[in-house]
Nanobody
Framework: VQLVESGGGLVQTGGSLRLECAAS????????MGWYRQAPGKQRERVAR???????NYADSVKGRFTISRDNAKNTAYLQMNSLSDEDTAVYYC?????????????WGQGTQVTVSS
């Protein structure tokens, strides 16, 4: 299984970016997809996730600004990020997870850098 993120880059404060995560390989359905981020000197934190049943969770810090979505037919997840601030600067990672016969299978992308600058 491979996850490839794209869409990161440099954006000004208040701007927007849309991240995309394309999954390929032997993917089990149903599955959960999520976005995490890691800023320099900080632990990786979950930003948003969308479960197989459509349930969506957001970190408090991004509620109202970020929107996660997925296209199951394309095995692709998206993260629309609006009203970006410098606190959103981090490497963003895509995560794919499923449980099969009690075993957890989890995969990560290589990460995409998001830099917010004033």
């Amino acid at each position: 299984v491979q996850l490839v993120e794209s869409g990161g880059g440099l954006v000004q404060t208040g701007g927007s970016l849309r991240l995309e995560c394309a999954a390929s390989g032997s993917i089990f359905s149903p599955n959960n997809m999520g976005w995490y981020r890691q800023a320099p000197g900080k632990q990786r934190e979950r930003v948003a996730r969308i479960l197989a049943d459509g349930t969506i969770n957001y970190a408090d810090s991004v509620k109202g600004r970020f929107t996660i979505s997925r296209d199951n037919a394309k095995n692709t997840a998206y993260l629309q990020m609006n009203s970006l601030s410098d606190e959103d600067t981090a490497v963003y990672y895509c995560n794919l997870h499923w449980r099969y016969y009690g075993l957890d299978y989890e995969y990560w992308g290589q990460g995409t850098q998001v830099t917010v600058s004033s």
